[in-house]
């Protein structure tokens, strides 16, 4: 195997922005292994011999990976993120030191840190940043909107300029493309997704899913696929997640392999509640089954109602925290009807709650120099 040594970059390199991985070693051992894990990622990295490399290199690529045996003719670098230095030696204790010179995030031995790397590897090749906010929606009852909520949160979180996935829990639902008007658009549903194991890339799940109302979404085929695989939903989810921004989940009450998975990675959750006396009672019982799975469950309660009991007196009763209140929407029914999801009407009921659970849970984003709730 050849090892690209600095006299070989094209000219004009230094125009482009890298996208593999930098590899500085001249261990040939190490490169080979390196240069696996980085084709088991999907990337092709830069390897230099020499060291040290061009700062043109230095600084565009994502990550740069440093045998211990050029350590020393690094350590004058610019300090940057993503530098990792592969020891050669358990019992060379300055090997911690280098490290530290080097300013490395971490100092790895090969075989034992290999599961790790190449995941290190693929983030740094999606230019993974912090996880996605992942807000499962489940319904206190069935019928109380669930979906529609759901589908409202997403719509409002990509109209405010998130990255955005919503992302269809429920086989027995109606699926939620047909309440974003998109059952016929072009892209994967979940009986594609059924066979995924293992590390999916963010950036091409998304760009596989239909692209409705400027978010994506994952949701159900009209065929008779009612089972989402643990498997599948543990590698769908933690791909979304690495994209970054919000994920929203649409999951059944009942809890199935498949939305106990789902739960496990959520980070929040909003469970709606009708101010009616049956529909509480079964709330706190579907409450009871997530909190074994999800700390943070936050009540939201539909009103109006025949009881009279208030918001915070309902929350209170099933031991939640209050997140908010949403009222039946006027003309919501023929909105869907005609193709315009919930959420749409900005100063509807629904994106005046999403509106503020969104301002108050989520960070704000800049657009044009202007602040973006």
């Known amino acids: 195997m050849s090892t690209p040594t600095t006299d070989q970059y094209e000219p004009g390199a230094e125009d482009r922005e890298a996208k593999g991985p930098l590899i500085l070693t001249a261990d040939e051992a190490l490169a080979e292994h390196l240069l696996r894990l980085c084709a088991a990622a999907g990337t092709e990295p830069q390897v230099l011999s020499g060291a040290p490399p061009p700062l043109h290199v230095w600084e565009t690529v994502p990550l740069v990976l440093i045998g211990d045996d050029v350590s020393e003719h690094c350590a004058g670098l610019t300090r940057r993120p993503g530098v990792l230095l592969l020891g050669s030696d358990l019992g060379d204790h300055d090997v911690w030191v280098r490290g530290i010179e080097l300013g490395a995030e971490e100092v790895l031995f090969l075989p034992d840190a290999e599961s790790w790397l190449l995941d290190r590897i693929a983030d740094a090749v999606e230019r993974v940043g912090p996880p996605a906010l992942t807000v499962a929606v489940i319904g206190g009852r069935g019928g109380v909107g669930a979906s529609t909520l759901a589908c409202a949160l997403a719509v409002t979180a990509a109209r405010a300029g998130h990255r955005t996935m919503l992302i269809d829990g429920d086989p027995l639902g109606g699926g939620l493309d047909v309440l974003l008007g998109g059952e016929s ?11 995924a194991r293992g590390r999916l890339s963010g950036p091409e799940l998304a760009d596989a899913l239909p692209q409705l109302h400027s978010l994506s979404a994952l949701s159900w085929d009209r065929s008779d696929a009612l089972v989402i695989p643990p498997e599948a939903m543990r590698s ?13 989940l649409d999951l059944p009450r009942h809890l199935d392999p498949a939305t106990r998975e789902a739960l496990d990675q959520a980070d929040t959750g909003l469970l709606l509640v009708p101010a009616e006396l049956r529909g ?63 959420g749409l009407r900005r100063h ?10 969104l301002t108050e849970v989520m960070p704000t984003i800049t657009i044009n120099g202007g602040a973006v709730s």
């Open 185 to 195: 658009a072009d892209g994967l549903r979940w009986p594609d997704l059924a066979a």
């Open 236 to 248: 769908v989810l933690a791909a979304a997640r690495r994209r970054g921004g919000l994920v929203v």
């Open 280 to 342: 509480i009672t079964a709330a706190g019982r579907v409450a009871t089954a997530i909190a074994m799975r999800l700390a943070d469950l936050r009540a939201v309660i539909r009103l109006p109602g025949p009881i009279g009991l208030s918001s915070a007196e309902i929350a209170g009763g099933l031991g939640l925290p209050l997140a908010g209140e949403v009222t039946r929407e006027a003309g919501l029914s023929v909105d869907v009807e005609r193709g315009n999801p919930p």
């Open 348 to 357: 509807g009921a629904l994106a005046r709650f999403c509106t503020g659970y």
